[in-house]
């Protein structure tokens, strides 16, 4: 495996961000954050730029990257949506919101579509459980979900 | 006395100084408290201790919870039992939910028999497993020198402690977490695509079958099984000094005439000598040593010192891994294993008669990373390679168990000549710092044109991690530098590539203790103290032979007569010396 390019631009806002954090490697999650704010996940490229710039291994990123839900190495969608499968949820089928979801988009979680459009990810009480089962789709609350209101909530964005 | 802590530990009073482990206090008065995730190279600066494994669990009176011995300190009037009925049905337990979660082919993993998972099964007595559920489904992955098998991983991280703290290779790492935690390479890719340099001390750290050398032994056998194969066999000077402890001999016991018996008894056709090659590598690397210092002195400008020794392969990868701008440096020298190759195809099969695709040369080594080496393209002629096999210590000993005899009771045999045939000098190429003091007992005598009084050169001996000393050449200082291990390697390359340091020669071996240490030798199970007995055994060895410079070995000296002329000559050139690459681009995240 050889090095993959990483455009000009996505590489001088990794350097900006471990610039902010003086290249430390003990701020290697702070640095994570932030760079996945700005480019919206963390592909092997960018890990790579950033050990290199912290110079550190790219294994200590990596193994970062997957303890922490919170990191992602895939692009999120346009439109990432959220199951909440907190309690309240969970008893009220938020697993059958979920299979639906999966269904109707043909990916599973962590996965987003081909189109870039949508992507699934789980999540635990949105704060919501008098709306249980919940589901957001961006900023956006859906509640008192059920499996047939699935494809028409995908509708509104299509 | 402030800071000395008393306790008492199984009705046993203790006195250990402040800071101390209830595991290190029970240990210093022979109390064993079982693990397998703490691992110690004592000396080296290495201590994998993250607390995980829980099989080292104590009880402490007026705890409510069981505390894990080998990450808690004493404390003054403690009182600890560290096998009470509930202490021991914890481990039970513990040792009971990772089996939940292992593979159970013992009979045939390459760690059965020293699997520190199955001691410790065995030990606990368990005769069936608790639980039952989803069992990991994670990558196996087999590499030129290692195998990988992600399944058998039980979260220790000594693996990873070693790769990052000790080598800083920083190519394994724990990657996911809860039930698909597990320790692996960035990105999950292969071995070969990461920063892994081969070294094996992952492979010598890991308690269980999760990280193995490949098997070379069966191949081996079917070339001595095959009639129109010659086999020969050369052995590494750090065998010699561990095979014994594989028949239940004493660390540091010096069985070089058994092991020649054996491998006769094996149907070998000759068993020669790496220490033979050794002593051409100080002809070869001795000789470039001199020429460099020599026009360096003079103001050459095309000339860089310092030189550094090229004998040792997890080294060589490092290298070319992670100093690519400093690939003119290391000698050109190839290590003895390969220019025993070399001559061996080249120089013996022709003059015995023996065509090169006929002749099979297997290499017994205390290395993992020589399995890589021997396979590298430039090390072959038209993809027949000058050593076809490369079996570690541990491979040799399976061997040898299959022979049936008692190891220990082999009368003693002479290897066979001419490539044999070795001095004191090859010997310590086993140990760390002993490649270098092997070239200064023959550069100092072509250097100053005088006869050693003292052949030994103690200030280049010990286990200190980074050594300099200064050797007089008869009124010319020479700076000298060696390291062990390649994190105390960086330090120093770290310094020469800064310009702060001056050496005109750096010895640098990648395993701890030198090839002794090497990740193919038995396991000593984070006993360091083995590793120190072996060392002292390849001195011995060295003292009693006749002949303990590299320059006064008659064959060596024919050799040079009748086939490679001088010494950096050109025949000697294109046979006995390599190139590097700059690797670092063909990795990833270097």
């Known amino acids: 495996m050889s090095h993959i390019e990483i455009n000009a631009e996505k590489l001088n806002i990794i350097k900006d961000i471990c610039a902010q954090y003086d290249n430390r490697p003990s701020d290697v999650i702070h640095i994570l954050h932030g760079v996945q704010g700005a480019l919206g996940y963390l592909p092997m490229e960018v890990q790579e730029a950033i050990a290199k710039q912290l110079g550190i291994p790219v294994s200590r990123v990596y193994g970062i990257v997957t303890f922490y839900s919170f990191f992602t190495m895939e692009p999120k969608g346009e439109h990432p949506i959220s199951i909440c499968l907190g309690t309240a949820c969970h008893v009220r089928g938020a697993d059958q919101i979920l299979e639906e979801f999966k269904r109707v988009l043909g990916i599973g979680v962590g996965q987003t579509t081909p189109d870039g459009k949508f992507s699934i990810d789980c999540l635990r009480c949105v704060g919501a459980c008098g709306l249980a089962p919940v589901a957001m789709i961006g900023e956006k609350v859906y509640g008192r979900l059920t499996p047939n209101m699935v494809t028409g909530i995908i509708e509104e964005y299509n | ?22 595991l290190k206090a029970a240990r210093s008065i022979g109390i064993e408290i079982p693990t397998l995730c703490h691992y110690e190279l004592k000396g080296q600066g290495v201590e994998n201790r993250p607390g995980s494994c829980r099989v080292c669990v104590v009880e402490v009176e007026g705890k409510s919870n069981l505390a894990a011995s080998c990450a808690t300190n004493v404390s003054e009037g403690m009182v600890v039992r560290t096998n009470s009925l509930r202490v021991i049905m914890a481990r039970r337990t513990v040792v009971d939910l990772m089996l939940s979660d292992h593979p159970a082919d013992c009979l045939i993993c390459p760690q059965s028999g020293n699997c520190e998972l199955q001691k410790l099964a065995n030990d606990l007595g368990l005769r069936d497993i608790t639980y039952s559920g989803e069992q990991s489904k994670n990558k196996v992955e087999i590499s030129p020198a290692i195998i990988r098998d992600e399944n058998k991983c039980i979260m220790c991280r000594r693996c990873e402690t070693v790769c990052n703290s000790l080598q800083t290779v920083g190519a394994l790492t724990a990657v996911n977490r809860g039930f698909g935690a597990v320790v692996s390479t960035s990105f999950r890719m292969n071995l070969e695509d990461t920063s892994c340099v081969m070294c094996g001390q992952c492979v010598q750290a890991c308690p269980v079958g999760a990280l193995s050398e490949v098997n070379n032994t069966r191949q081996v056998m079917s070339a001595i099984a095959n009639p129109r194969k010659k086999v020969i066999v050369q052995t590494a000077p750090a065998v010699r000094v561990a095979l014994g402890e594989e028949f239940g001999m004493e660390p540091g016991s010096r069985v070089t005439g058994k092991m020649v018996t054996a491998l006769k008894k094996m149907g070998f056709d000759y068993v020669f ?91 017994i080594m205390p290395c993992v990373a020589k399995k890589y080496e021997c396979q590298r393209d430039e090390f072959k002629v038209d993809g027949n390679p000058d050593v076809d096999y490369s079996l570690t210590t541990r491979e040799l000993a399976d061997m040898v168990k299959l022979l049936g005899v008692k190891f220990e009771d082999l009368p003693d045999s002479d290897f066979d000549k001419p490539l044999g045939e070795s001095t004191g000098a090859a010997v310590i190429f086993g140990a760390t710092g002993g490649v270098i003091e092997a070239a200064t007992r023959t550069a100092y005598e072509i250097f100053t044109k005088k006869e050693l009084g003292k052949v030994e050169f103690t200030e280049l001996r010990g286990l200190e991690g980074v050594r300099e000393a200064t050797v007089d050449f008869d009124g010319t200082p020479i700076h000298i530098g060696i390291a062990h291990g390649l994190g105390n390697a960086r330090k120093l390359l770290d310094k020469v590539r800064a310009g702060e340091a001056q050496f005109h020669a750096i010895e640098i071996m ?81």
């Open chain 2, 273 to 363: 000598d790496t220490d033979f090659a050794a002593d051409l590598t100080i002809m070869e690397e001795g000789t470039e040593m001199l020429d460099r210092i020599a026009r360096f002195m003079k103001g050459d400008k095309s000339v860089k010192l310092p030189i550094m020794t090229s004998c040792c392969p997890g080294w060589v990868n490092f290298f070319e891994t992670n100093y690519p701008d400093m690939l003119d440096i290391p000698s050109t020298a190839k290590s003895p294993m390969q220019m025993f190759g070399a001559i061996a195809k080249n120089y013996w099969a022709e003059k015995m008669g023996i065509k090169r695709e006929d002749l099979v040369v297997v290499s």
């Open chain 2, 1 to 22: 006395m402030e800071n000395m802590i008393t306790l008492t530990i199984d009705d046993r009073q203790v006195t250990v100084p402040k800071g101390t482990t209830i």
């Open chain 2, 510 to 590: 990648a395993c701890p203790g030198g090839c002794v240490g090497g990740a193919g030798q038995p396991y000593h199970h984070g006993d360091f103290s083995k590793v120190e007995k072996r060392l002292q055994a390849i001195y011995e060895e060295d003292r009693e032979k006749p002949i303990r410079k590299s320059h006064e070995n008659p064959y060596i000296q024919q050799l040079y007569k009748e086939f490679l002329g001088e010494p950096c000559g050109e025949k000697a050139h294109h046979l006995l010396h390599t190139h590097y690459f700059d690797k670092s681009e063909k990795k990833f995240g270097i």
